[in-house]
Every structure is written in structure tokens, then in C-alpha cells.
């Protein structure tokens, strides 16, 4: 029974820097990160890192995976996954394993594919497979409609 309560308090905290709050320095931290307000200083994280619509960082930032819905000035950094939300951009070079970028989100800078580390992909999250799901359906649709046209 006590060792669950002392397994929760060491359990990693997600940070978040809030809506008009300014930080600057270095930041490390082992959990995921979330920036609404603005943060100047490089970022290391072993966890995610989001950028929010009204979230900037003057930064490089390291990480496992990265959203963007923000605005990023720097260079990236993820054996992970990069997205670039239609509200990101971001003005920099990145390296990362996966990158998508939405209709409407903006890349200025060079990219470089690299392969993960373990040569194992991440799965999906649950709304990223739906969202599959429903591109393939439209796929499938259009394919069979084509086909009985021609």
C-alpha cells in the first residue's frame, strides 16, 4: 500500500511554462514540457515538448517528440516525431526521425531524416490511427469509383 503512494511522488511532473510568463536559461527537464508563454534558453527534454498557438521559444530544443502549434526560432533536435500544427512555425534546421507538417504550417530552414535509434517506430496514438483509417477509406472510395467509371 505505501509502496504505490511512494511509486506516484517519484513519477516525472510535466512542466508548463503559462500564458504570459517569460523564462530564460537553459531548461532540462525528464518530463514532457508544455510552452504557452514564451521561453529563451536552450531546451533539453527526454520527455515531449509542445509549443502552443500562443507559446514562442528562441531556443534548441532536444526532445523525443516535438509539436509545433506555436512559433519555434532555433534549431530541432528529435530521434522522435516533429509536427508542425496548421498555427506552427518554426524557423530553424531540424533533425528528426518522423516529420509531418499540416496544411498551413510553416518550415524555414533544412531538414534531415535520421533513423531511430532502435529501429522501431513509436506506435500511433489513437487520433492518429482514426486519422488513417479515414484517409485509407477515402483512398479505397475514390480507387473504386474510378474504376467502375472507367
Same mark, same amino acid.
Do not use: W
Given at each position: !500500500?505505501?509502496?504505490?503512494?511512494?511509486?506516484?511522488?517519484?513519477?516525472?511532473?510535466?512542466?508548463?511554462?503559462?500564458?504570459?510568463?517569460?523564462?530564460?536559461?537553459?531548461?532540462? +527537464?525528464?518530463?514532457?514540457?508544455?510552452?504557452?508563454?514564451?521561453?529563451?534558453?536552450?531546451?533539453? +527534454?527526454?520527455?515531449?515538448?509542445?509549443?502552443?498557438? +500562443?507559446?514562442?521559444?528562441?531556443?534548441?530544443?532536444?526532445?523525443?517528440?516535438?509539436?509545433?502549434?506555436?512559433?519555434?526560432?532555433?534549431?530541432?533536435?528529435? !530521434?522522435?516525431?516533429?509536427?508542425?500544427?496548421?498555427? *506552427?512555425?518554426?524557423?530553424?534546421?531540424? /533533425?528528426?526521425?518522423?516529420?509531418?507538417?499540416?496544411?498551413?504550417?510553416?518550415?524555414? *530552414?533544412? +531538414?534531415? !531524416?535520421?533513423?531511430?535509434?532502435?529501429?522501431?517506430?513509436?506506435?500511433?496514438?489513437?487520433?492518429?490511427?482514426?486519422?488513417?483509417?479515414?484517409?485509407?477509406?477515402? /483512398?479505397?472510395?475514390?480507387?473504386?469509383?474510378?474504376?467502375?467509371?472507367?
Amino acid at each position: !500500500m505505501f509502496k504505490e503512494k511512494e511509486n506516484k511522488r517519484l513519477s516525472a511532473t510535466d512542466t508548463l511554462i503559462g500564458q504570459g510568463t517569460l523564462s530564460e536559461g537553459k531548461m532540462i +527537464c525528464d518530463a514532457n514540457l508544455r510552452i504557452e508563454g514564451e521561453h529563451r534558453g536552450d531546451i533539453e +527534454c527526454k520527455g515531449d515538448v509542445i509549443i502552443g498557438e +500562443c507559446g514562442i521559444a528562441r531556443s534548441n530544443i532536444s526532445a523525443r517528440d516535438i509539436t509545433v502549434a506555436g512559433k519555434i526560432f532555433g534549431d530541432i533536435l528529435t !530521434m522522435g516525431r516533429l509536427i508542425i500544427t496548421p498555427s *506552427g512555425h518554426l524557423t530553424g534546421n531540424i /533533425t528528426a526521425h518522423t516529420l509531418i507538417i499540416q496544411d498551413g504550417g510553416m518550415l524555414n *530552414g533544412n +531538414c534531415y !531524416m535520421v533513423h531511430a535509434q532502435d529501429g522501431k517506430n513509436r506506435p500511433l496514438a489513437e487520433s492518429e490511427t482514426s486519422q488513417l483509417h479515414n484517409k485509407d477509406s477515402i /483512398t479505397k472510395d475514390s480507387k473504386e469509383k474510378s474504376l467502375q467509371a472507367g
